[in-house]
């Protein structure tokens, strides 16, 4: 598995319950996270966030004259 910067894992062992923050993203990874006490990690739940793109006209001109050179 992957860990991404900002990704907070929490250990599923209730008497535990520790918790990692990620402050740099893995190359590569296969087996799932776990804790020092041997139990399982788990990625904290996130809400989703709505993006919204900016009506900024100069981003718009852009987009056009990049679809007219294609």
Known sequence: ???YRGEIY???NP???AEIRV???SID???SVTCCC???MKKLYTKPRLRTY???ASI???FSLSEHQS
């Open 38 to 40: 041997r139990g399982r």
């Open 54 to 56: 900016s009506t900024d």
């Open 1 to 3: 598995m992957i860990l």
């Open 15 to 17: 008497l535990c319950a």
């Open 10 to 12: 929490r250990c599923q």
């Open 60 to 62: 718009h001109e852009r």
């Open 29 to 31: 990874g296969t087996a």
């Open 23 to 25: 402050e740099k993203r």
